[in-house]
């Protein structure tokens, strides 16, 4: 796999229409999506439109899907394309690593948080009942296509929740890029910071990605902020994931202070840089630990009765820690 040739930033109906030149291939995409580019992206293609929402992420969605393939005659040589965020990111590389045992695939993210996260990294997962990415694969995109300009058909709430994630890279990987978003909101970034901070983001990523491709060492730092975050998320519902995951940030500073050393003054510069981009950070008083708990003992990342956290010793130095469960409850309780 190479990191180069893999992620390319640049126009995306053009490199995208180079791309797929000559290949029989199928977009797969939301409605939101779909109504603001039909006219470039999608003309005269199959396209297989998908409610908008994190609920569309649901074995029943697959199923469809998988129906609509066989009606159209795809096969292994068929190239899945998934144009837009995370769900929808989710559900393409899902369905092409499971259609046939698996055909081309390539990503073209359309939100921050896609771009900076969702679509690098090849983990595809679906929700089943209450748990959210707990069925998944790995399966890394042949191509993601990266072009910031259209990141301006974000309305500021899902430009902020994407903001949770970039942050979230810059704080365990990056500490230029931290200050960077320490001086003022990504919504007031030059183009030119936007493409860096973007770019940065995903370099980040796909170079931890590429030493731990299923998350079994390193890749597990990526997980800061998300062990609370996916359990706040769930509980929170209508809370969208970089919400939930600024929550989880700040409470896995608090718990690093008392376990690995963090300076207070880190999580205080935290918490003003998540309020600079509007984000929460403070678990919300109607969500009781113990639904947190409940949530976490589910967690695909769990085993046994422990659970690996992602503490910080610094900006840009995270920490990998086993905490029994039964002690991550007093830690909640004492940090609230």
Do not use: W
Not at 23 to 52: A, P
Not at 146 to 165: C, H, P, S, V, W
Not at 260 to 276: I, N, Q, R, Y
């Amino acid at each position: 796999m190479n990191s180069d040739n893999r992620i390319i930033f640049a126009d995306a109906h053009g490199t995208l229409k180079q791309e797929l030149k000559g290949k029989s291939f199928v977009f797969i995409t939301d409605e939101n999506v779909f109504e603001v580019y039909k006219n470039k992206l999608y003309k005269n293609c199959v396209t297989l439109i998908l409610k908008s929402g994190e609920r569309t992420k649901s074995i029943r969605t697959i199923e469809c899907i998988y129906e609509h393939l066989l009606d159209i005659e795809a096969d292994r040589k068929t190239v899945i394309v998934g144009v837009g965020g995370g769900v929808v990111c989710d559900i393409a590389g899902y369905v092409s690593a499971t259609f046939k045992r698996g055909t081309g695939l390539v990503l073209v993210p359309t939100t921050l948080l896609a771009q900076a996260d969702a679509a690098i990294g090849g983990k595809n997962g679906v929700n089943f009942k209450r748990f959210k990415n707990i069925i998944g694969t790995f399966r890394q995109p042949d191509k993601i296509i990266i072009d910031t300009a259209l990141l301006k058909t974000l309305d500021r709430r899902n430009f902020n929740n994407g903001a949770a994630e970039v942050i979230k890279t810059a704080s365990v990987g990056d500490k230029k890029l931290f200050k960077l978003l320490s001086k003022k909101p990504l919504s007031e970034l030059t183009k030119a910071e936007m493409n860096e901070a973007v770019k940065t983001s995903a370099k980040i990523k796909e170079g931890i990605v590429l030493q731990d491709p299923t998350d079994k060492g390193i890749r597990k730092i990526l997980n800061f902020g998300h062990t609370l975050g996916h359990a706040i998320e769930l509980i929170g519902k209508k809370m969208m994931h970089g919400e939930a995951v600024s929550i989880g940030m700040v409470a896995a500073c608090r718990i690093s202070e008392k376990l690995s050393g963090l300076d207070k003054k880190v999580t205080e510069k935290f918490k003003k840089v998540l309020e600079m981009n509007s984000l929460p950070f403070e678990i919300p008083a109607k969500i009781s630990t113990e639904q947190i708990i409940g949530s976490i003992i589910q967690d695909k990342k769990k085993e046994s009765d422990n659970i690996d956290f992602i503490m910080l010793e610094e900006i840009g130095h995270p920490v990998i820690k086993r905490i029994e469960i039964k002690k991550l409850r007093k830690l909640i309780d004492d940090i609230r």
